[in-house]
């Protein structure tokens, strides 16, 4: 009796072998294929992360008139803006994603314009698209605070976080994300955000480039069907994105928040995955990490279609790290500053602020810390040791214009000291391209000083030749 039934187990155990390497295999050819026709996908329009509702409102008019997909005005703002939602697929098994509900964080809106644009396309792709359609369908809230999007700020207008709305109801906003799960009674819910740029993962130097999390329903944080589902998923969604950007996932703190939309959204028994967008190298603009969701989200949604997400183990989604706040912008170690009449070894660490203009952000250089930065790490890292701190000067002449200013070539003015350059005119500080030095009005007073929360600008001078400058917080080599 026991020779039939070890052939059994062999035979279970090898079909199970051939599925799992089906699947995985699809899988890997799935993310492949995106990755290297991302481009034709990506919406042309938005190129930069400030999103307002204006940038998206006629990328979702459009598809009114188109077949595959179906816009409603789900409701209004505070301040009577639309918001939307959008459905495309006829499948059984329900998918909402919303997206913006923090009006300053939307690098997952722009890669849902992505992927409207994907359903549109006709190209190698096309059986995903049917099995995304056919077994799915997929609703999308782009933006659910258009209002806090317009100040590129988290709250809406009345200074409320929807995010902690999800029990008092007492926003409009919030009022709308729970009608719509209620009415749709998804099965899968995508919470999309953005985290700051300064997370890393665990204790590592690498950014948190993405970061994931099955949010807890109740303070004892405990895994019931629905959690788990969502871990396996996540679980997929790491693998993909460890080919393109590996190390650099995180989970994201997994403290129970009774009024966060993620954490009732489990509770009230929609899988629930919120993504955390953070920071990359040299992506200001945050594009590849838009391109990053976009992968993401489209695996996902693929390993909804077919079930694979099952084949997920929890142990791997436990394994992932979470995110700390340990990173800097640019971090000077070993500098030799005076500071009351004595000389002290130190580290700096400089911050870029975003501030927003009308079409793009500029950013503003911030002293973030000084002391000891041994256990904390920079986008950038500069030792200081051999070199000589020399504060920059203020330039006299007033100049009318920036043009008028770099009629003389820059680095004259940084072989003579001047870090500072006075306007009778200042142009939007969005458009000002050159940032070895900093412009000012004529009638501004700067602090030179290194305190807190100051912007200093200075040399890093070695054997007599001023060899780097800090400017705005950016360390530039000066030839």
Not at 106 to 132: C, G, H, S, V, Y
Not at 167 to 191: D, M
Not at 323 to 352: E, G, H, M, P, W
Request: glycine fraction near 6%; include cysteine.
């Amino acid at each position: 009796m026991r020779k039939p039934l070890l052939q059994s187990n062999f035979w279970i155990i090898g079909i199970t072998f051939l599925l799992f390497n089906y699947c995985s295999a699809q899988f890997s050819s799935t993310h492949t294929k995106l990755n290297q026709l991302y481009e034709n996908y990506q919406e042309a329009t938005i190129t930069n992360r400030l999103v307002r509702y204006q940038n998206i409102e006629p990328l979702i008019e459009k598809r009114r008139n188109q077949e595959a997909f179906k816009v409603l005005r789900a409701g209004s703002s505070i301040e009577n803006r639309p918001i939307y939602l959008v459905q495309i697929g006829q499948g059984k098994t329900k998918v909402l994603l919303w997206s913006q509900m923090h009006g300053d964080e939307p690098t997952a809106t722009m890669a849902l314009m992505d992927i409207f644009n994907f359903f549109e396309q006709n190209d190698e792709l096309q059986p995903l698209r049917k099995k995304l359609l056919s077994q799915l369908s997929i609703y999308f809230i782009p933006m659910l605070n258009p209002d806090g999007a317009e100040r590129v700020q988290r709250q809406n207008a009345i200074g409320v976080d929807i995010n902690r709305d999800a029990l008092q109801l007492q926003t409009p906003e919030a009022q709308i994300l729970k009608n719509v799960r209620e009415e749709i009674k998804p099965e899968w819910g995508f919470n999309l955000h953005d985290q700051s740029r300064y997370y890393s993962v665990g204790s590592s130097s690498k950014p948190a480039t993405i970061s994931f999390l099955a949010p807890a329903y109740n303070e004892k944080k405990e895994i019931n069907p629905i959690r788990r589902d969502a871990m396996k998923l996540i679980v997929g969604m790491n693998q993909v994105l460890q080919k393109y950007i590996p190390g650099q996932v995180a989970k994201y703190s997994d403290a129970f928040e009774p009024r966060a939309f993620g954490d009732n959204m489990q509770k009230w028994g929609t899988r629930t995955i919120l993504i955390e967008s953070g920071g990359h190298y040299d992506d200001s603009d945050g594009q590849y990490v838009r391109k990053m969701n976009f992968l993401a989200i489209m695996c996902a949604l693929e390993e909804i279609a077919d079930g694979s997400y099952v084949r997920h183990r929890l142990p791997e989604y436990q394994a992932i790290p979470f995110n700390t706040r340990s990173l800097y912008d640019l971090i000077i170690t070993n500098v030799k500053i005076q500071q009351q009449d004595k000389i002290y070894n130190l580290d700096l660490a400089f911050n870029q602020n975003a501030v927003a203009g009308e079409e793009n952000f500029h950013y503003k250089g911030q002293l973030a810390y000084i002391g000891d930065l041994s256990t904390s790490f920079g986008y950038k890292t500069f030792d200081a040791a051999d070199y000589k701190i020399v504060i920059g000067k203020t330039h006299p002449q007033i100049f009318e214009s920036i043009l008028d200013a770099t009629q003389t070539p820059i680095e004259k003015f940084l072989a003579e000291g001047y870090t500072t350059l006075q306007l009778m005119k200042m142009p939007p500080p969005e458009y000002i391209l050159e940032d070895r030095v900093q412009f000012i009005m004529n009638d501004q007073k700067i602090r030179n000083d290194f305190q807190l929360g100051s912007n200093p600008s200075f040399f890093l001078e070695r054997n007599g030749k001023k060899e780097y400058v800090v400017v705005n917080g950016q360390l530039l080599k000066i030839d």
